[in-house]
C-alpha cells in the first residue's frame, strides 16, 4: 500500500513537471478538451488522402492459388495489382460459378476476372496462365 502511494507521488510530480505545474497536489485532474485549432492552422495541414471506390465493372488479374474451397465456391489469390479496383495482396474471393475451380489447383498462376458491383467483388473467370 505505502509503495502504491509513493508511485502515486512521483507519477503526480513527473506529470506536474512535464506539465509545467508547480503544484504540489498528488491528485491527478481531469482537463478539458483542447480548443479547435484555429483557420490558420488547418489551413496549413496536409489535405488527408481520401479512398477512391472502383467503378463498376470487370477487371483482369492475374495471380497464383493458394486455396481451393470448393464447398465456399471460394479460391484465396497471391494476386498482382488490379488496376483500378486494389493493389497486390493474398485475397479469398467467391467464384460465380463453381465449375471454375474444376481443372485449377493449389500452386497454379491463373488468369481470372474480377467484377466489381456496388461494393462486392467476385470471379467471373478463371483459367490456367499459358
Excluded: W
Excluded at 512521483?10 to 485549432?37: D, H, Y
Excluded at 489535405?47 to 492459388?65: F, I, R
Excluded at 493474398?90 to 485449377?104: Q, S, T, Y
Amino acid at each position: 500500500m505505502r509503495s502504491t502511494v509513493f508511485l502515486a507521488a512521483i507519477v503526480s510530480c513527473a506529470l506536474s513537471a512535464a506539465c509545467g505545474s508547480t503544484a504540489t497536489n498528488t491528485a491527478v485532474k481531469e482537463t478539458a478538451p483542447p480548443a479547435k485549432p484555429t483557420p490558420s492552422v488547418t489551413a496549413n495541414a496536409m489535405p488527408m488522402p481520401t479512398a477512391s471506390v472502383p467503378k463498376n465493372g470487370d477487371y483482369t488479374g492475374k495471380g497464383k492459388v493458394t486455396k481451393i474451397d470448393v464447398e465456399s465456391r471460394a479460391v484465396e489469390l497471391d494476386h498482382q495489382e488490379i488496376k483500378g479496383v486494389m493493389p497486390a495482396m493474398r485475397m479469398e474471393f467467391f467464384v460465380i460459378d463453381p465449375a471454375l475451380l474444376n481443372g485449377v489447383s493449389v500452386g497454379d498462376v491463373v488468369d481470372f476476372t474480377l467484377r466489381y458491383k456496388d461494393g462486392q467483388e467476385i470471379i467471373t473467370t478463371l483459367v490456367k496462365a499459358k
